[in-house]
Every structure is written in C-alpha cells, then in structure tokens.
C-alpha cells in the first residue's frame, strides 16, 4: 500500500515463538534448565501436570512466572542466555519453515515482530540472533532491587496477541492487509485473524478448519537445526 504523499507503508510480520519458530515450548525447556540450576525446586514436569488440570493458558502462565519470586531480574536473564544458547544447538530446535519465512521477510525489507506469552530473558537471545528489534512478550513485574514479584502485567496470550499486534501496525503506520501472522495453537487466532495473511503453522485442527474455511496459507511444522535455515 502507498499513502497518499506517494510513501509506501511498511509491511510487518508477526510471529509466534512456541512451537512456530522453536520447535518446543521455551517456559518449559527453560525449567527444566532452572530446576537443574536449583535443585530444591519442584518437580520439572509440574507444568504438564498443571496443564492437565487447568488448561486456561493465561492462569498457567500467570502460576508459571509466580514460581520465579524473590529471583533477581538479572540472574533470570543470564540463565535465559545460558539456556538458549544450549538449545539453539539441537539438531531439531527450530520450526524450518519459520525460520525460512524470517529470512524471506527480512530479505523482502518486511520488520519481523515476535508475539509470545514467554517472556523477554528467554525471548531477547532468540530475537538477537534473527536480528529481530521488536518483542511483544509477556512482560514480569519488577520490584525494588531488580528482584522479580512474581507477578506480570498480562499475559501475552489469545485476545492481548491480537490487541499487540494491532497496536504495533497503528504505531508503524501499517495497513492491516498487507501485514503477516504467524501461528500453531488456536490462542494465536486473534493474532492471525488482525492480518490480511495469516499462516497456520503445523496441525492445530481448529487453526486448520480456519485456513481452510478463509484460505489461509499452512505451513509445515517439520523441525530442524538452526544454520540449515538461516543461511
């Protein structure tokens, strides 16, 4: 789209992180590397449980962050840097169509944006190395001393993706329809229904009968090394 002073709007493309671009699910992987770190920590596998029990992701996301009380904001971010770059090695680490997209958007001159209920200390190594400047993520509440709450502002997850993602094209001066979305689980529908291109990631049912219904694009969720990608 072109204004009407002859200046081209620019084109946004967002994109989930969990299980759309890495191939797991960020919050739990890094447990499992925090509860090594500390062992007096719960079982790893409390947040599968959790998510038997209560599958309302905003209540598990709220509980997830509530378990890092008391943690210094700066020793959460280290860890989140350690952890990453662990993961980021694994031969099957990231969604291979996802990271091909990345690449087509940025080589296309398009602003990659990264929309996830996750929260920054993981998000920012991920967004450094895509070379990626925006993060819209689940933000933590931080008290005196930079020690962390245990609590966050809102979980960026279902309608508040859809309300970022909006904002972020109002800021940019972006038309909607040109705009992209990226996403795998039926709590990215806002997000993917605020764009005029939305991708499904992967085999979410729900997400497939809304592609299939409006035309959406499917991408494949196969998974692979970074560098395969990348380059």
Known sequence: MTTVTGTRCPTLAFFDVDETLIAEKSMIEFWRHWSHLHPDQVATDWLRAAAAVTPDRETLNRG??????????ADLEAAGRTWYDGYRRGGAAFVRSALRAVAAHRAAGREVVLVSGSMRPLLAPLAAELAVSTVVCTELVVGPGGVLTGEVHRPMIGAAK?????????????DPQDCFAYGDHESDLAMLRAVGNPVVVGDSPLLNDEAERFGWSVASARRGPFRSEST
């Open 64 to 73: 997830y962050y509530r378990r890092y009380a008391g943690v210094a904001l």
């Open 162 to 174: 859809g309300e970022a993602v909006v904002r972020v094209m109002r800021e940019r001066g972006a």
